[in-house]
């Protein structure tokens, strides 16, 4: 088959289409890949800084969209269902195995673009604003990043679950995309935003920040928090892993939480099934509806990931595969 391949880890240069041996499902899923999500930990381990190492060469690609090939018993999944699924790995091919509990039925409205990179980033944000953020409906979030693949997906989850969204964002562009997500407000980071913040919210400050940036603007992120508020540490986009004087959580009674979606779930299929639902049911709603920026061909994966390098990213990056 054929797929994408790190053949040295030089960064997206390092990304050349060829042959592959055919994936090994076990008792899980088979998947034609159609679609394939290109997201930051694929960019990192093009460069070898990823938690995992692979030796090249190998394929990349942690979320995939398509048709099941082949399905394990007790799975639920049959041969032809149209399925979206996490990978971890080898997704930026023809065929890719997944796991059964991280392995989805596409919704109807959904398109197939859409669907390849939905599920890293949406079960995400769900999973930081509600398991780890405790998110209660009316509340106020406050989102860093906001025209990128998580930013997108979590405003449009936090107004699926009844909150009100704060979007910073650095260009009008994003901007757009920001309100395109369905952001309730939206404000420049280069600008006083802490002060616009804090006039939005009549000086109360928000009551979670969702940040998948880090960098200089966690510091300001931390002092826009309402009492009792709580920072949501998704990942270091801009490079820089911040540092905190623990002081500052003290004085209005703050959380500073840590979400790693990826590692939590993979035992725990429940969950899984749980968030799974109750995205599906806003997209249902409408509120739920990804936004595709870029899609590349299959044999372009190496300048879609130089994108998500680049920083150029609005909403979602996918690759469209030739499946099966």
Not at 218 to 234: H, I, K, N, T, Y
Request: some cysteine.
């Amino acid at each position: 088959m054929r797929a994408l391949r790190v053949t040295e880890l030089s960064g997206p240069d390092g990304l050349e289409l060829g042959d592959a041996p055919e994936p090994d499902a076990g008792e899980g899923i088979l998947i034609d890949v159609e679609a394939a999500g290109v997201a930051f930990p694929d960019l990192l381990l093009t460069r070898g800084q990823y938690q995992l190492k692979p030796d090249p060469p190998f394929v990349p690609g942690a979320e995939v969209a398509g048709t099941v090939a082949s399905a394990g018993e007790g799975t639920g999944f049959s041969e032809g269902d149209r399925v979206m699924a996490v990978t971890l790995l080898s997704g930026f091919a023809e065929r890719a195995a997944s796991p059964a509990h991280l392995t989805f039925r596409v919704p109807k409205s959904f398109s197939i673009e859409q669907a390849g990179g939905f599920v890293l980033n949406y079960h995400t944000a769900h999973f930081a604003l509600h398991h780890r953020g405790r998110l209660r409906e009316g509340e106020t979030v406050l989102v860093q990043g906001a025209a990128g693949g998580v930013g997108t997906a979590t405003i449009q989850v936090a107004k699926g679950s009844g909150a009100r969204v704060i979007a910073v964002v650095s260009s009008d562009a994003k901007e757009d995309v920001a309100r395109r997500a369905g952001a309730d407000d939206v404000v420049r980071s280069d600008s006083d935003w802490r002060g616009e913040v804090k006039t939005l919210t009549n000086g109360r400050g928000v009551d979670l920040v969702m940040d998948p940036v880090g960098g200089e603007r966690f510091a300001d992120s931390l002092r826009s928090l309402a009492p009792e508020g709580r920072l949501l540490v998704v990942g270091f986009a801009e490079g820089e892993i911040p540092t905190v004087s623990v002081n500052r959580l003290l004085l209005r009674n703050v959380d500073l939480v840590g979400v790693a979606w990826g590692a939590f779930v993979m035992d725990k299929p429940d969950l899984c099934r749980e968030i799974a639902e109750d995205l599906e049911r806003m997209a249902d709603a409408g509120a739920v509806d990804p936004i595709v920026d870029d899609v590349y061909p299959h044999e372009d994966g190496a300048r879609a990931v130089r994108q998500l390098d680049e920083r150029g990213a609005l909403g979602k990056i996918v690759l469209r595969v030739t499946g099966g």
